[in-house]
């Protein structure tokens, strides 16, 4: 691989994306993640093989030996230097989907998550060879005990490349990274229970467990708990924690989902984290009308936002705290109930803070998002929610995708530990035009409980330095690229139209 100063996980995904040719990003995804596991598993497992070699009284291929260190079991023609033997040769393909099932056999907590995908006829076997002389370049070019690192980096990588090169259906099972990074740094995991019943890839578990280590924390001190209903997105969530070594025997999937069929029915967490569906119009809610979990009120059958909030609040233990992503209609919603279920929310002092974000963060969506947190039995800001408006915040990674800075995240986040007076403060909290606003719920009552950051926070103070024709010209480029974007647009799909037309004129 071309030694140059792109990141090692930029180099590989350019190399990855090359090999993909015809096949679509949703059906590859799984293909090249699964070789990504499998190399891991068995790097992990060979560093383990040859300490034993080496150490009296030790069998490397006693199975008992790999379990007692956390280790998966890779018995021989699973390994990746057998696969790698063989990469040239036609049937590499049944030879990794013949790895996966002896994998699975070997450590029941992988049954029923590995891909066996790659003997199919639309996998190019030089493209596949290719991909396996890839993968293993990532241990030639960092060092041995650095690998499993590097690789669990790659693979949260590689799930969100896969996520901007499908789009609207790929971000479905991911979450931003700086949005995830922004809840958890806001909530602080340090200890106890992490909760999300709608885990997507385990994004929300990664940036937990990333979070804890970063603050000198152990990773032992939390505990992960969650569910998903898509049992393809919870195959590579099984996989995405797998590769950190992270207990996943508590995330839980049925095709049912968490209002149906609840896995964690006496789960009380301390943290819960989570992006549900958006305005999700199809979750069975006619079948709930008298479910224990709607304390503050029935949650309309069209629309699943409330009936979300209220499963999140059922899950929080005494003085634990919930933050979540939901549509930004949600904070001011008058319809079905939903209005008299915020009142009585915000009455009962659950709200936090309360963050509008920026558009086009989320992949699969243009509808605005907007952070809630909620805390039960506060024992600071009692009466009191905190608004923060991030909308003109973040920065473009391309003309449809936004992304919240490191700089971003650190702002919001340690606004709001100011104002709530954690362990973690530092400085005092002070009301900013335009940015932050401390209300009480009288204020919040005085506005027909809306929840919307910009009706309390107010407009920025003026800048003495606005240049009116520097603004003016960016945006003018702006609508200009726009424009020529789509004119790009136009252009294909009517040249597309023609193939077809000659295709069908030929038939």
Known sequence: MKNNNEPLEKQLWK?????RKNIDAAEYKHVVLGLIFLKYISSAFEDLYEKLKVKEFSDPEDRDEYKA???FYVPQKARWSYLQANAKIPEIGK???DAMDIIEKENPSLRGVLPKVYARGNLDITSLGGLIDLISNITLIEAKKRSSDVLGHVFEYFLGEFALAEGRKGGQFYTPRSVVELLVEMLGPYKGRVFDPCCGSGGMFIQSEKFVLAHQGKVNDISIYGQESNQTTWRLCKMNLAIRGIDSSQVKWNNEGSF???LHKDLKADFVIANPPFNDSDWNGELLRKDGRWKYGIPPEGNANYAWIQHFIYHLAPGARAGFVLAKGALTTKTNGEYEIRKKIIEDDLVDCVVNLPPKLF???????SLWFLRRNKTTRQGEILFLDARDMGVLINRRTKILTDEDVQKIAQTYHNWAQTKSASG?????????????IEEVKALDYVLTPGRYVGLPEEEDDFDFVERFSKLRKEFMEQLKEEENLNKLILENLEKIQINDIDK
Do not use: M, R, W
């Open 69 to 71: 260190e956390n280790v």
């Open 260 to 262: 149906l069929n609840d």
């Open 428 to 440: 005092k909290y002070e009301d900013i035009s335009g940015f932050c606003k401390s209300s009480t």
């Open 15 to 19: 190399a990855a994306d090359k090999l």
């Open 363 to 369: 992949l699969n969506t243009q509808i605005p998002a």
């Open 95 to 97: 030879y990794i989907d």
